[in-house]
């Protein structure tokens, strides 16, 4: 896996995921909160799967 993730991307991706599961967990919204797990991940793993399907990187190379 090749890093795909960079800068601002993460960053917003990893709050993003976190006010997500903040308000799932508080019952502020619905189950979809939890979907916050995935950008979460992706922002802490820097890779995103579908960016290379797409052909696009973040990251500065």
């Known amino acids: 896996m090749k890093n795909n993730v960079g800068g601002l ?3 917003l ?3 993003v995921g976190l006010v ?3 308000l799932a967990a508080t019952s502020t919204v619905g189950w ?4 916050g797990i995935v ?4 922002g802490l793993l820097r ?3 579908l ?4 052909g696009i990187s973040s990251c500065k190379r």
Do not use: E, H, K, Q
């Open 9 to 11: 991307d993460r960053i």
């Open 13 to 15: 991706r990893i709050l």
């Open 20 to 22: 997500l599961i903040a």
């Open 32 to 35: 979809w909160g939890w979907l």
């Open 39 to 42: 950008p979460l991940l992706t």
């Open 47 to 49: 890779f995103c799967p």
């Open 51 to 54: 960016y290379p399907v797409l």
